[in-house]
């Protein structure tokens, strides 16, 4: 090879490589979904982070009377008050005597706040390890179940449950 073929080859090869960086890199196909694992009434579930704007822990709630039980009041969210409920309650474990949640978690997009006893993780699921829920119980706020970690975790829908508390249930 000549002086002007190698020049002309080094040239190609440097516009290459230097174009490489102005293209945006490739699509990396994710193939699975993430969720938060939880635990309420000593029952684990997990949440799809994607429904989750925010997520707190003791975060205090200003007690104020309510028709609805699973109501525990107001917290400052976001800057934002927002109602509190017990998603033990809206599971219907019923009421606790133990200790507050610890844990509260806004709704995305909705001035809606859930209270829940425990945070365990999170966890990236397979998309073939989310199943229909399978249960001999049907419950409306339940979607499917996940497979992860050894354990299998209900997930909770929660725009089913901000449905419910405003008075329209899906069907």
Excluded: N
């Excluded at 800057?79 to 017990?86: F, K, L, N, R, Y």
């Excluded at 133990?98 to 978690?105: A, D, E, F, H, I």
């Amino acid at each position: 090879m000549t002086d002007a073929e190698l020049d002309l080859r080094a040239a190609v090869l440097r516009d290459a490589f230097d174009g490489s960086f102005a293209e945006p890199p490739p699509a990396v196909k994710d193939d699975s979904e993430r969720f938060l694992a939880i635990e309420a009434a000593g029952t684990a579930y997990a949440i799809a982070q994607a429904e989750v704007a925010a997520l707190f822990v003791d975060r205090p709630v200003a007690a104020l009377p309510s028709a609805a039980p699973t109501c525990l009041g107001v917290a400052m969210l976001d800057g934002e008050p927002v109602a509190v409920h017990s998603l033990a309650g809206l599971l219907g474990h019923g009421a606790s005597d133990g200790p507050p949640p610890r844990w509260t978690l806004r709704v995305a997009e909705s001035a809606l706040g859930l209270a829940f006893d425990r945070l365990d993780g999170q966890l990236r699921v397979p998309r073939d390890a989310i199943a229909p829920w399978q249960s001999g119980m049907m419950h409306t706020l339940i979607a499917a179940s996940i497979s992860a970690d050894g354990a299998t975790r209900p997930v909770v829908r929660l725009d089913a449950v901000v449905a419910l508390l405003a008075g329209t249930r899906e069907e």
